[in-house]
């Protein structure tokens, strides 16, 4: 069971990227699929999450409108969608997979892949 995380990279503020999770050894829509972030000297903080088999979306406040989680069956990944970017939204992103509920809580989920940065500066 594993996930990758890609996407990540430096940008400007009000530009856009793409985070994706690209899952082995079990299928995305079995599980609840969050994204997690940490940045330097702040502690992890959960930022999207989406149910198993799709059932409901989840956004920390200080991403609601800007970001949307996503995901495709097909391709066993589920995507992170951030527009708008601002400089407070710089940290390493985390795809982390546990039960079949979402959760605020790191604890809660038990696989978790690498981070990829993401880097918002002028």
């Known amino acids: 069971v594993q996930l990758q995380a890609s996407g990540g990279g430096l940008v400007q503020p009000g530009s856009s990227l793409r985070l994706s999770c690209a899952a082995s050894?079990?299928?995305?829509?079995?599980?609840?699929i969050g994204w997690f972030r940490q940045a330097p000297g702040k502690e992890r903080e959960g930022v999207s999450c989406i149910t198993r088999r799709g059932g409901r979306n989840y956004y920390v406040d200080s991403v609601r409108g800007r970001f949307t989680i996503s995901r495709d069956n097909a391709k066993n990944t589920v995507y992170l969608q951030m527009n708008s970017l601002k400089p407070e939204d710089t940290a390493a992103y985390y795809c982390?997979?546990?039960?079949?509920?979402?959760?605020?809580?790191?604890?809660?989920?038990?696989?978790w892949g690498q981070g990829t940065l993401v880097t918002v500066s002028s």
């Open positions: 982390v997979m546990g039960g079949y509920l979402c959760a605020s809580s790191p604890s809660a989920f038990n696989t």
């Open positions: 050894g079990f299928a995305v829509d079995d599980y609840a």
